[in-house]
């Protein structure tokens, strides 16, 4: 009977852990997502641990990685969204540890003097390694940093290419299992009946030409009331000025995207079921732009459907210029300004939408300001503003963080805006109705 009973929980545990790796949310689409797929549940190339070199700590070997569930981070220090995930990897570290655990930090060969500072500061226990001429980056096809990947006690990659939401998930599933269990999931996968979902973050760019934008009703008041949203950030709202954290969450500012004085550069973007990210910058000024137009590019790309991102530009000359009184001479400021951003978003080619604040109404209302308050208190807005500057705006286009872009902050802000906007829940849901239907065969 005990033999019995063993053998019970052995196929429980197996068949739970099945279940619950078809809920990893993986990263990527297209064919590079068809190739990150294909090599789940193949074996992982250990000699690739060969071509690491400079290691901060003990150098990993292949050996080492023999029956033992292993983490790899592919990051690079001066990224700062890569610090949140290096800090993570960290947590799962000492987590995990009991399980035997073995996490490696892939740094990226550019900017490689500063990791060994960088891991000190993090205070990292996990090694660390310099990817030269990032040929490992190259063999496990990631692309920009961070990225997950998680082997299994057979040496396995499981999990390629994984939201850092999903990796403890993924780590329990393979610290729970024995080598044989992971062994055999291969055979369990393509045994079950059905093939294993892939759900992948934001959507694959294959899945999204397909998908139709979906009416999402307004949602009820009380769903935004009753949502836990992330914690807002003090030194910003101090350094900010921002104040809305003190009058109550029913009194949020509300900022009207629509409106006539926002000037759409690119076509204006979809925002039903999106959260909006919203970072506010001026030509004039290249620290409010320059590190953080990459970054929101790479943003819209990770989230696809589930944000929608705004370089919210706004006539920082021009408004300079009204206190000078000749309304004229401003109003024809404003429109050169309007032209010279025109053309920069053409040079840069970013890849998310960007519009033209004219009269300032999106930056003075983020702020709970008057939008008209005349031409001294938006000057004292734009003076007291610290660049470089993302707000982040629920789906019912209230105001819900403020803060740095490039700080660690925003990136767990931004991530726990996805998971509990009311809209973005229900317009994920109709995604992964239609999805269903179309593995289906359309019924």
């Known amino acids: 009977m005990r033999a019995i009973l063993s053998a019970a929980i052995v196929a429980l545990t197996a068949c739970s852990g099945l279940a619950q790796s078809d809920q990893i949310v993986r990263e990527g689409s297209g064919e590079r997502r068809e190739a990150l797929d294909a090599m789940e549940l193949s074996a992982f190339d250990k000699t690739l641990l060969g071509g690491l070199q400079e290691w901060t700590g003990q150098p990993v070997t292949a050996d080492d990685l023999d029956g033992k569930p292993v983490l790899i981070l592919t990051w690079a220090s001066w990224h700062t969204g890569s610090t949140a995930s290096a800090r993570a990897a960290e947590l799962m570290a000492k987590t995990f540890a009991d399980k035997g655990l073995v996490v490696i930090g892939v740094h990226s060969d550019e900017g490689y003097d500063t990791a060994a500072q960088t891991a000190e500061r993090l205070r990292l226990s996990y090694p660390v390694a310099r990817d030269v001429d990032t040929k490992f980056r190259a063999a496990i096809k990631a692309d920009m940093d961070p990225n997950f990947y998680v082997i299994d006690r057979a040496g396995q990659l499981r999990f390629a290419d994984i939201t850092r939401d999903s990796v403890r998930e993924a780590l329990t599933i393979v610290t729970n299992e024995t080598r044989e269990q992971a062994e055999g999931a291969k055979a369990r996968r393509e045994g079950s009946n059905q093939p294993a979902s892939r759900v992948i973050a934001g959507m694959a760019e294959y899945d999204v030409a397909q998908i139709p934008e979906w009416n999402i ?227």
Do not use: C
């Open 217 to 443: 009703p307004p949602q009820d008041a009380t769903l935004y009331q009753d949502t836990v949203w992330p914690k807002r950030w003090p030194a910003a709202e101090e350094a900010f000025g921002a104040d809305f954290d003190r009058r109550g969450q029913n009194e949020l500012p509300i900022v009207n995207f629509n409106s006539e004085l926002v000037t759409w550069i690119t076509p204006k973007p979809e925002l039903n079921g999106r959260v909006r990210v919203v970072y506010f910058w001026a030509h004039t000024i290249p620290h409010s732009y320059e590190r953080v137009q990459p970054l929101m590019d790479e943003l819209q790309r990770k989230y696809g459907r589930d944000i929608a991102v705004i370089g919210m530009a706004v006539p920082w000359l021009g408004l300079e210029r009204r206190s000078r009184g000749d309304e004229n001479e401003v109003d024809a400021a404003i429109e050169k300004f309007g032209q010279t951003l025109s053309n920069l978003v053409k040079r840069t080619q970013v890849k998310h939408a960007i519009a033209f604040d004219k009269q300032v109404e999106i930056l003075t209302s983020s702020q709970g300001k008057e939008v008209y308050g005349g031409a001294t208190q938006t000057q004292d807005v734009l003076r007291d503003l610290n660049y470089p500057l993302v707000a982040l705006y629920s789906t019912d286009n209230s105001i819900r963080w403020i803060g740095y872009p490039l700080d660690d902050h925003f990136d767990w802000a931004l991530n726990r805006m996805v998971e509990v906007d009311p809209q973005v829940k229900l317009r994920r849901q109709r995604d992964e109705a239609y999805l269903a239907r179309q593995r289906q065969g359309g019924r």
